[in-house]
């Protein structure tokens, strides 16, 4: 499970359901939420979590997309396999892995060193308590 540490700058909600916008260095991310604990508050210092297989990649991407999470990235390692490709990628917001099929990436001609967008979508991202202060 990949984790950034993240700030919690906003949040907005209608009955259940939360939507906050938090930041980690210079990267935003918008999480959606049907629960939310009492500890998360603006300013709380939290961490975003989210599995390797809910990254989908794009490179040299145009054009609106309805997935509120763009993170600019650069691919720092691949470990491919038959099927699958584990990426080691590098975001403002921290270091994190994306699984994809190997197919994808040699379509897309992914190497070390490409630069690639990972999008996330707002529900695919988890929420937890730090233990920092």
Do not use: C
Not at 27 to 40: A, C, H, K, N, P
Not at 74 to 86: A, P
């Amino acid at each position: 499970m990949n984790r950034i540490r993240a700030t919690v700058n906003r949040i907005d909600y209608n009955g259940n359901l939360h939507r906050l916008v938090l930041s980690a260095g210079s990267q935003s991310f918008t999480v959606i939420t049907l629960e939310l604990g009492d500890e998360y508050t603006v300013g709380a210092l939290v961490d975003i979590r989210f599995k390797p297989a809910h990254v989908a990649l794009a490179k040299n991407i145009t054009g609106e997309i309805s997935i509120a999470n763009r993170l600019d990235a650069t691919v720092l390692e691949l470990h491919k396999g038959k099927i699958l490709v584990e990426m080691l990628l590098q975001g403002a917001g921290g270091k994190f892995y994306a699984l994809t099929t190997t197919e994808a990436v040699e379509r897309m001609r992914i190497v070390p060193g490409d630069a690639v967008v990972a999008l996330l979508k707002a529900s695919d991202l988890y929420l937890s308590k730090t233990d920092e202060a």
